[in-house]
């Protein structure tokens, strides 16, 4: 199974989400491998807590591979390079956790018919390897999304289908920036269009992802006054009309992540361990946990 995780804005939680639903689905005992497309700014390694590659490899990176300037791209086993003590502590029964990072330095390139070939190579050998395989892109209109677009298009015959998570915090721009992405000119739609995709399944495979949610009657609202918990309240319901209208709403939405304190101040996994000392909130790590879990329901996934 092949998941892309995708944004329009910067910023969303697209990263730090993947990584944890990564680390959750490993811990499920699937074997999980994450790609680094973030082409701009490649920095899966940090909230995996691999210092030497928290913004990037020097060693030959997925950059070099597409590029052709190596025939393997790095890889990181991050149960023994992680410096999080959880991680190092590989609990018996877990999947494999393999990490291929971005190039330190890397930036955006153009895509090329070669730069095609390999990359549809390079899945096709991935997603047989392991259960699960997980990429992340740069935000917005990227040349790494039309890239996956192409590579998973019905017309390039390599049998490599994906799963699309859009990612957007839970704000009137971040809904608008979400829909835009999908359904506008030169989005994800428009774009798979162009290259063989056909509509109405690619948009079946996309679901969204709203990230650190406040929910307005939970213990999270708890320290507000009756005038901003009502506020409150009235926001998310015009977030919600909103969020329907735009068509995001329903079952498109595949999970809401709360607000999360630890993330909220530092990009990492959260582990059992921080809910288990209070740090981090248990209902995050549900969330995560239940977003790993949906990822192969094809209950949440034959719907609309
Ligand atoms: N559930 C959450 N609660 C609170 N903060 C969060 C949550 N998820 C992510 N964050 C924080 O939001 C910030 C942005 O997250 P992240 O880097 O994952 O976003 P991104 O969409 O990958 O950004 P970029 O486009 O820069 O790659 C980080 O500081 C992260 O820790
Ligand atoms: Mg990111």
């Known amino acids: 199974m092949l998941i892309i995780s995708t944004s329009d804005k910067g910023g969303t939680g697209r990263t730090v989400t993947t ?5 959750r689905r490993a811990l499920s005992g699937d074997h999980v491998c994450y790609l680094d497309f973030d082409f701009g700014s490649p920095t899966a390694g940090s909230i995996f807590a ?3 590659i928290s913004h990037g490899t020097l060693k030959g990176g997925l950059h070099s591979y597409l590029k052709g300037d190596v025939e393997q791209a790095e890889r990181i086993n991050v149960w023994s390079e992680s410096a999080a003590r959880a991680l190092g502590l590989r609990p ?8 291929l990072p971005g190039d330190l330095g890397g930036g955006e390139f153009s895509i090329t018919d070669e730069v095609v070939d390999r990359c549809s190579r ?4 991935l997603t047989s390897e392991f259960d699960t395989v997980f990429m992340d892109l740069s935000a917005g209109r990227s040349h790494a999304a039309e890239l996956l677009l192409r590579v998973t298009s019905p017309t390039e015959k390599n049998g490599i289908s994906a799963r699309w998570l859009v990612f ?3 704000t009137r721009q971040h809904v608008a920036a979400a829909a835009g992405l999908t359904f506008d000119e030169r989005g994800l739609l428009d ?3 162009r290259v063989g995709h056909d509509r109405t399944e690619l948009l079946e495979s996309i679901r969204f992802v709203r990230t650190a949610v406040i929910d307005p009657g939970s213990n999270a609202t708890s320290g507000l006054s009756a005038e901003q918990e009502n506020w409150l309240h009235k926001v998310n319901d015009e977030l919600n009309d909103r969020a329907v209208y735009l068509e995001l709403g329903g079952q498109s939405v595949l999970a809401r992540i709360p607000l999360d304190p630890v993330l909220q101040w530092r990009e990492q996994i959260l582990t059992d361990e921080d809910v288990y000392r209070r740090i981090a909130n248990e209902s995050t790590v549900e969330a995560f ?3 790993a879990a949906s990822l192969d329901d094809e209950a949440t996934w034959s719907r609309v």
């Open 19 to 23: 990584c944890n639903v990564a680390f």
């Open 50 to 52: 691999i210092e030497r």
């Open 92 to 99: 018996s029964g877990v999947g494999r956790l393999v990490l």
């Open 122 to 125: 390079l899945l096709q050998s």
């Open 168 to 170: 957007h915090r839970w």
């Open 191 to 193: 774009t798979g269009e």
């Open 289 to 291: 946990t239940e977003l």
